[in-house]
């Protein structure tokens, strides 16, 4: 099945500065990666996603960029803001076999400093 | 309001007493799942359902039971819970195979004693 590493697991930022978080995947295969925000105590929300058929995506202050060769894709924060601190969990999905429903890696929890 | 819902919210219970987690949705969604939520774990699969009558085991099935009778229902069982099975649980769901995006639910704080 496939398997998913996410580093950090912790990351500090001061107010403004940039983020970046990246996993990478085992199975040549997935071809969908989204990204979760889960602020305290609550729900994980999709704030961002990529198919394999494109490099990046861009979303206001979020971005997100695939390296299939690689097997790992990244999300970029920039210009943060202390509303921006959460766990992002990032995510693979096989394009076959399997339940078809994401592969999770462990998390990161974004702190952003004022 | 496109949603899915999870009761109880918090749950403290003894070891051995079996439970039942509900989830709902009313999105008519065809895949629903549940997970667990561990600190440093991420979120791991449980079980999961491609539609009414049709459920597999996920990354983590050891403990628990589900049955999927209705589409809009996927309620998660633990017929003898332990105190490993203390957790934050989510359900989820997406329209179909060929749709990307999960839905979360509220989520549910199992305690086991």
């Known amino acids: 099945g496939e398997n998913v590493e996410q580093h950090p697991s912790t990351l500090s930022v001061q107010e403004g500065d940039s983020a970046v978080i990246k996993c990478t995947y085992s199975?040549?295969?997935?071809?969908?990666f989204p990204w979760y925000k889960q602020e305290l105590g609550k729900r994980p929300q999709l704030i961002i996603d990529i198919r394999s058929n494109v490099g990046e995506k861009k979303d206001q202050r979020i971005a997100v960029t695939l390296n299939k060769t690689a097997k790992h894709f990244s999300l970029h924060i920039t210009e943060t803001q202390p509303e921006d601190s959460a766990v992002y969990f990032c995510a693979a999905r096989a394009a076959s076999g399997g339940s078809y429903i994401p592969t999770f890696g462990r998390g990161t929890s974004l702190i952003v400093h004022p | 309001e496109a949603q899915v819902t999870q009761n109880p919210r918090y749950l403290i219970t003894v070891t051995g007493k079996k439970l039942t987690v509900t989830c709902s949705q009313n999105m008519n969604h065809e895949y629903m799942s549940w997970y667990r939520q561990d600190p440093g774990l991420g979120l791991r699969q449980i079980y999961y359902s491609m539609n009414v009558e049709v459920t597999d085991k996920g990354d983590v099935p050891e403990g628990y039971k589900v049955s999927r009778k209705e589409k809009r229902n996927f309620p998660l069982i633990l017929e003898s819970p332990s105190p490993n099975q203390t957790s934050l649980y989510f359900c989820?769901?997406?329209?179909?195979?060929?749709?990307?995006?999960?839905?979360f639910g509220p989520g549910t704080r199992l305690t086991v004693t």
């Open positions: 989820a769901s997406s329209l179909n195979r060929g749709t990307y995006e999960q839905y």
């Open positions: 199975d040549s295969a997935s071809n969908y």
